[in-house]
């Protein structure tokens, strides 16, 4: 079977598809016939080497996986061949591991689908089950009524327009051009903003009355994250979960208390939190799998490559220009 490799970390050329044995499932775990992966920034972080939960080298840096249970260990019960699976690397002792024909898991750890759910949008979830975490873990208890969501045509912040729309909130989302405006428009947000031309927070302010919004998820940071604290609304909270442009400069606790008014929060999030909190995070994933399973919630694929072009689909991720979410099938 195909599998991918990173031997020496680097660009997407450390990217190598390579032939190994076919995996045999041990007792309780399953083996799953892949039939589409999931791309993310998490990949290429294992790809470059340098994420925090780095797996050995060498490494397969994939981390989701959709499939069919191709052969069963001993000793496992509740899942029969054939059953459409999906699989996070959220789920196993190490990220990565998940891009391959044939992908050996714990029975424990996959979840089983409907039959009716389709392979290539289930790959996708993990992103949700970041967003469902955001909108419904990390805010204030008292639910916020409007969201604004920074990147918004991205996988994520895609997820996030969805999930925000179906938990009833008003949603603003920054774009970078035209074209990820109508997407983002057709995904469902109420409103966009271009913050390459746009005063994001007088928008944000004009767009809600003067109120300002009860989220802010920002991914960005670097010098615009403060800012982001006069976006929002009496009880906001500015909710990051990465910082792709660096460290803001300014005192933030400063900058809170020039907005004493509202109360404001900061919280940093990362999806670690869940890594010892099985239940915490598979009910996450179940929550989003039961909303796609009613067609609550539809993926945004933007492109579809074969396994054999990984480097491809990494560099097209790491161009910025996906409009949601970039999947491979063998
Ligand atoms: N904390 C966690 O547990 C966790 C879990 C999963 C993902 N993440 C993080 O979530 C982020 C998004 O991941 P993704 O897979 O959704 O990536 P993606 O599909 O590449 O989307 C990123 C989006 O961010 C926007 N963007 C880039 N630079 C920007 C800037 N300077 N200002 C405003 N928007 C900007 C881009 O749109 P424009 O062209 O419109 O700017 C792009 O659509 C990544 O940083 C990832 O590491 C965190």
Redesign the pocket.
């Known amino acids: 079977m195909r599998a991918v490799l990173v031997r020496q970390p680097g660009g997407p050329d450390a990217l190598e598809v390579v032939e190994l044995p076919v995996p045999v499932p041990g007792a309780g775990q399953v083996q799953i016939r892949a039939e589409a992966f999931g791309v ?2 998490p990949d290429v972080l294992i790809r470059r080497g340098v994420y925090k939960w780095m797996p050995p080298l060498p490494a397969n840096p994939g981390n989701d996986v959709a499939g069919r249970i191709s052969a069963l260990g001993s000793g496992v019960e509740g899942l029969a061949l054939g059953q459409k699976v999906l699989l996070s690397a959220r789920d196993l002792s190490q990220r990565g591991g998940c891009y391959a024909d044939y992908v050996v898991a714990p029975a424990d750890a996959v979840h089983a689908l409907p039959d009716h759910v389709e392979l290539q949008a289930a790959v996708c979830l993990s ?1 949700y089950q ?1 967003a469902y975490a955001l909108l419904h873990e990390c805010r204030h208890p008292r639910a916020p009524a409007s969201a604004l969501v ?2 918004a ?5 895609t997820a996030l327009v969805q999930l925000a729309k179906l938990a009833g909130m008003t949603v603003i989302g ?4 035209e074209e ?1 405006a109508a997407f983002t428009r057709a995904n469902g947000a109420d409103h966009v903003i271009f ?1 390459r031309s746009e005063d994001v927070v007088a928008r944000t302010r004009e767009l809600t009355d003067g109120e300002g919004v009860g989220l802010v998820l920002d ?2 940071c670097g010098p615009e994250f403060t800012s982001y604290l006069g976006a929002l609304g009496k009880w906001g909270t500015l909710l990051s ?2 910082a ?2 660096g460290l803001p400069e300014e005192n933030l606790m400063a900058a809170m208390r020039d907005h004493l008014d509202i109360c404001p929060a900061i919280r940093c ?3 670690h939190i869940y890594d010892h909190d099985r239940d915490g995070r598979r009910a996450l994933m179940r929550s989003v799998i039961e909303a796609l399973s009613r067609n609550a919630i539809k993926p945004a694929i933007s492109a579809v490559l074969k396994l054999d072009e990984v480097r491809k689909a990494h560099t097209l ?1 790491e161009q ?1 220009s ?1 409009l949601g979410k970039i999947i491979m099938i063998p």
């Open positions: 993310g920034q992103n970041v920074i990147g045509a991205g996988g994520v912040g920054t774009v970078s051009t990820k913050y991914h960005v979960y990465n792709f442009a999030f990362s999806f991720l910025g996906a």
